[in-house]
C-alpha cells in the first residue's frame, strides 16, 4: 500500500466517520432529530385493549419523524399516573396523551398541566371537568343503550340478566351502565345480578360464579368489557352452563372480541375503537397551530355471529 493511501485508511479517514458518528450525521435515529415531543400516559398495559392503543399510537407517530412520543405505564396505579403528568410537566414536553385510570384522581395532575399551557389530549376514560384540549373517544352512553336494546331484541322483551360493570369509578364504566339501563327501560328485562369487575376478566369469572350459585336460570350476561364477557363465559362452561346463556361484550378487538363471535363464545361485541390514531392526528394539528374540537367522537359498531363477515353494523344514533 502506498503511505498516503495507508495513511488515509489508518489515520483521516477513522478519525472523519469518528467525527460524522459524534455529530449525528451517519445516526439515522439522531439525523431524524424530532422536533416536538409527546408524553403518552397508559393507566396499564396489562389489558390487550390498551396493547392496541399503544400499538396505534406508535403506528400514527412513525410516518411523522418530526415527533416523538415517549410511553409510560402506570401499571394501573393512579398515583404513578399522576406522577408521570407531572414529569411530563418538568420535562416541558410539548403535548400529553392521557388514557387515565380513573376521574377523580387525575383530574388535578391534567388541570395543573394544561393550565401552565401544555396542551393535554385525554384519551377513552374522561376526567373531571374541562381543564384539559380535547378528548377522543367512542360515546360510552351511546354503546351501552345500543347494547341494552339488541339485548331487548334478542331477548324478545323480557329476561333474566346479569350485569358485570367495568371500574365504577371511571367515566366508561358509569356511561356503559346508564345507556344500558336507557336502552332495556320499559322492557320487562330483570337485572337479577350486577357487580362490579373493574374491567378485569378474573375479576368478573369469581362474580360469575357468584351469580350462578345464586340463580338457576340467567338468560343473558351484559358485560362492560369482552374480557369480562369471556371471564363470565368460562365460569358458566365449569358449571355446566355455557349453553343456556348469551353473552354480550364490550370493546371488539379483531383477536378479542371478534374472535370470540366467530366462535360462538359471544353472542355480540361492541366495538370500542382506541383513538390512538385519531389522537397522534389532533396531536400535529396542536402542534402545527391548529384549533382542534374539545370532542371528538369516534364511532361504532357491533359484531354479531350474522354480521361479522361483513365487517359488523355502524351504530345509528
Ligand atoms: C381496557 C379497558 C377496555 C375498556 C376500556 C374502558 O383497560 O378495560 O376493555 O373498553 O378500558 O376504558
Same mark, same amino acid.
Given at each position: 500500500?502506498?503511505?498516503?493511501?495507508?495513511?488515509?485508511?489508518?489515520?483521516?479517514?477513522?478519525?472523519?466517520?469518528?467525527?460524522?458518528?459524534?455529530?449525528?450525521?451517519?445516526?439515522?435515529?439522531?439525523?431524524?432529530?424530532?422536533?416536538?415531543?409527546?408524553?403518552?400516559?397508559?393507566?396499564?398495559?396489562?389489558?390487550?385493549? /390498551?396493547?392496541?392503543?399503544?400499538?396505534?399510537?406508535?403506528? @400514527?407517530?412513525?410516518?411523522?419523524? *418530526?415527533?416523538?412520543?415517549?410511553?409510560?405505564?402506570?401499571?394501573?396505579?393512579?398515583?404513578?399516573?399522576?406522577?408521570?403528568?407531572?414529569?411530563?410537566?418538568?420535562?416541558?414536553?410539548?403535548?400529553?396523551?392521557?388514557?387515565?385510570? *380513573?376521574?377523580?384522581?387525575?383530574?388535578?395532575?391534567?388541570?395543573?398541566?394544561?393550565?401552565?399551557?401544555?396542551?393535554?389530549?385525554?384519551?377513552? /376514560?374522561?376526567?373531571?371537568?374541562?381543564?384539559?384540549?380535547?378528548?377522543?373517544?367512542? #360515546?360510552?352512553?351511546?354503546?351501552?343503550?345500543?347494547?341494552?336494546?339488541?339485548?331487548?331484541?334478542?331477548?324478545?322483551?323480557?329476561?333474566?340478566?346479569?350485569?358485570?360493570?367495568?371500574?365504577?369509578?371511571?367515566?366508561?364504566?358509569? #356511561?356503559?351502565?346508564?345507556?344500558?339501563? *336507557?336502552?332495556?327501560?320499559?322492557?320487562?328485562?330483570?337485572?337479577?345480578?350486577?357487580?362490579?369487575? %373493574?374491567?378485569? *376478566?378474573?375479576?368478573?369469572?369469581?362474580?360469575?360464579?357468584?351469580?350462578? @350459585?345464586?340463580?338457576? %336460570?340467567?338468560?343473558?350476561?351484559?358485560?362492560?368489557?369482552?374480557?369480562?364477557?369471556?371471564?363470565?363465559?368460562? @365460569?358458566?362452561?365449569?358449571?355446566?352452563?355455557?349453553?343456556?346463556?348469551?353473552?354480550?361484550?364490550?370493546?371488539?378487538?379483531?383477536?378479542?372480541?371478534?374472535?370470540?363471535? %366467530?366462535?360462538?363464545?359471544?353472542?355480540?361485541?361492541?366495538?370500542?375503537?382506541?383513538?390512538?390514531?385519531?389522537?397522534?392526528?389532533?396531536?400535529?394539528?396542536?402542534?402545527?397551530?391548529?384549533?382542534?374540537? %374539545?370532542?371528538?367522537?369516534?364511532?361504532?359498531?357491533?359484531?354479531?355471529?350474522?354480521?361479522?363477515?361483513?365487517?359488523?353494523?355502524?351504530?345509528?344514533?
Amino acid at each position: 500500500m502506498s503511505q498516503p493511501i495507508h495513511r488515509f485508511l489508518h489515520g483521516i479517514f477513522p478519525a472523519v466517520c469518528i467525527l460524522f458518528v459524534v455529530a449525528g450525521i451517519l445516526s439515522p435515529a439522531a439525523a431524524q432529530n424530532p422536533r416536538w415531543t409527546i408524553g403518552m400516559s397508559q393507566c396499564n398495559l396489562g389489558e390487550p385493549w /390498551r396493547v392496541q392503543m399503544n400499538a396505534d399510537i406508535r403506528k @400514527a407517530a412513525e410516518s411523522h419523524p *418530526e415527533i416523538r412520543v415517549v410511553f409510560k405505564d402506570a401499571q394501573n396505579d393512579n398515583l404513578r399516573q399522576v406522577a408521570h403528568i407531572e414529569e411530563f410537566v418538568r420535562a416541558g414536553v410539548n403535548v400529553i396523551l392521557i388514557s387515565p385510570k *380513573e376521574a377523580a384522581p387525575l383530574t388535578k395532575p391534567v388541570s395543573a398541566a394544561f393550565k401552565k399551557g401544555i396542551p393535554v389530549i385525554v384519551l377513552d /376514560r374522561r376526567i373531571l371537568g374541562n381543564d384539559y384540549t380535547c378528548f377522543v373517544g367512542a #360515546d360510552n352512553r351511546r354503546i351501552g343503550k345500543a347494547a341494552g336494546k339488541w339485548i331487548v331484541k334478542t331477548l324478545g322483551g323480557k329476561g333474566k340478566i346479569v350485569e358485570l360493570k367495568g371500574l365504577m369509578t371511571s367515566t366508561p364504566g358509569q #356511561d356503559r351502565n346508564a345507556g344500558f339501563r *336507557e336502552g332495556i327501560k320499559g322492557s320487562s328485562l330483570e337485572v337479577i345480578f350486577e357487580a362490579d369487575m %373493574k374491567w378485569l *376478566e378474573p375479576n368478573a369469572r369469581k362474580e360469575m360464579e357468584s351469580a350462578l @350459585a345464586r340463580f338457576p %336460570k340467567i338468560d343473558l350476561v351484559y358485560a362492560h368489557n369482552d374480557p369480562g364477557a369471556h371471564g363470565a363465559y368460562l @365460569a358458566a362452561k365449569a358449571a355446566g352452563r355455557e349453553k343456556n346463556t348469551i353473552f354480550v361484550g364490550i370493546d371488539a378487538l379483531p383477536h378479542e372480541g371478534q374472535m370470540y363471535v %366467530k366462535q360462538g363464545v359471544l353472542a355480540a361485541s361492541f366495538e370500542y375503537p382506541t383513538g390512538g390514531k385519531e389522537a397522534i392526528e389532533a396531536a400535529l394539528s396542536i402542534l402545527a397551530g391548529k384549533k382542534v374540537p %374539545k370532542e371528538i367522537t369516534l364511532s361504532s359498531r357491533v359484531f354479531t355471529r350474522e354480521n361479522i363477515d361483513k365487517g359488523g353494523e355502524w351504530l345509528s344514533n
